[in-house]
């Protein structure tokens, strides 16, 4: 059935989205990637980003699985909901980083070099706005019955037999709460990223019209521009429905499929994410795919060393 579908492909995309990204950052470090340009730093920890959300995914699942939902306390669902919120803005904030980094090295290079200092505190800065976004969350996501069914317990207590961890439906302060979060978490990140990616697009094109750049050059920088759009499309097609589906739940939107049918499915869907990101990163990136037939040659030649 339905459930089963979508917990293999939770399963098959969990698997693939932690094998890949360490995959990546096996190549980044074994190569010195990390070190040449800010946009290697910022990939680095992206692919770092992926494999905490989708360790913490794992363990909520499993959370999920071997605890009775009634036995979920309203903290747990707190940091349920907390956390992998605060490393889904921590995408959309390096993905800015690796846009705004692109622009400034190709319009203003010279600029550009003056600024590959304290990557170190960018990162915590990154993680720390994140988090700042994300902390309002932990006010608007509460315990809701799933039905209206309560258990006797001790004869003194009840407790609702099933529960849901959500942002409730149409209360101000899960309106409040996500809408602080959704502005600066998904809708700045992609402007920035629009707008620099606009410029470059602007500033090549001008260029070229006035014969002041090479045809060749042109030609490549389109073709880096082009990989990094599609790592952005990538992204909002997979974290795209989730956050539009729970903006639609805070704001009391309704739909045809169950609202926790729906939530599992966006979620299935963000999955996806971690394996788009390797792929375009080995076909897309010259310098990446070239480590990477390094790093198989280099192994070929110590698993099969040759006779003298």
């Known amino acids: 059935n339905f459930r089963d579908a979508l917990l293999i492909f939770d399963s098959v995309f969990l698997a693939l989205g932690l094998a890949s990204n360490l995959f990546v950052l096996f190549i980044m470090s074994r190569r010195k ?5 800010i946009s290697n730093f910022y990939i680095f920890h992206l692919a770092v980003t992926e494999v905490l959300y989708r360790i913490a ?3 909520l699942k499993i959370f999920n699985s071997t605890v009775e939902s009634h036995l979920i306390s309203n903290a747990d669902c707190k940091a349920m909901t907390f956390w992998p919120k605060v490393t889904c803005a921590a995408v959309f ?3 800015a980083g690796i846009a705004v980094d ?13 600024l590959v200092k304290h990557r170190s505190t960018r990162i915590v800065l990154i993680w720390g706005f994140s988090v700042a976004v994300a902390f309002p969350l932990i006010f608007g ?3 809701s019955p799933k ?6 317990i001790n004869s003194s207590h009840s407790v609702s037999a099933l529960s849901n961890c959500l942002l409730p439906r149409g209360t101000l302060l899960s309106k409040l709460s996500f809408t602080i979060y959704f502005l600066f978490a998904f809708i700045v990140p992609l402007s920035i990223i629009t707008i620099s990616y606009s410029k470059i697009f602007l500033y090549l094109r001008k260029r070229a019209s006035r014969q002041n750049m090479s045809l060749c050059y042109v030609r490549s920088k389109s073709k880096a521009l082009r990989m990094l759009v599609l790592v952005v499309v990538g992204v909002l097609l997979s974290w795209g429905p989730i956050m539009f589906s729970d903006l639609a739940r805070v704001y009391d939107a309704r739909f045809k499929v169950e ?5 599992k499915l966006t979620v299935s869907i963000s999955l996806t994410s971690s394996v788009i990101h390797p792929v375009l990163y ?3 990136n010259a310098n990446f795919r070239f480590e990477v037939e390094r790093a198989f040659r280099g192994c070929k030649t110590c698993k099969f060393p040759e006779r003298s």
């Open 33 to 37: 990637l990390i070190g040449k340009n």
């Open 57 to 59: 995914l794992t363990v």
């Open 93 to 95: 904030v390096l993905l």
């Open 102 to 114: 692109r622009k400034n090295h190709i319009i203003n290079p010279l600029k550009n070099l003056g």
């Open 141 to 143: 996501a509460n315990l």
């Open 147 to 152: 039905r209206n069914i309560t258990a006797q």
């Open 259 to 263: 609202d926790i049918s729906l939530k």
């Open 282 to 284: 080995s076909f897309g």
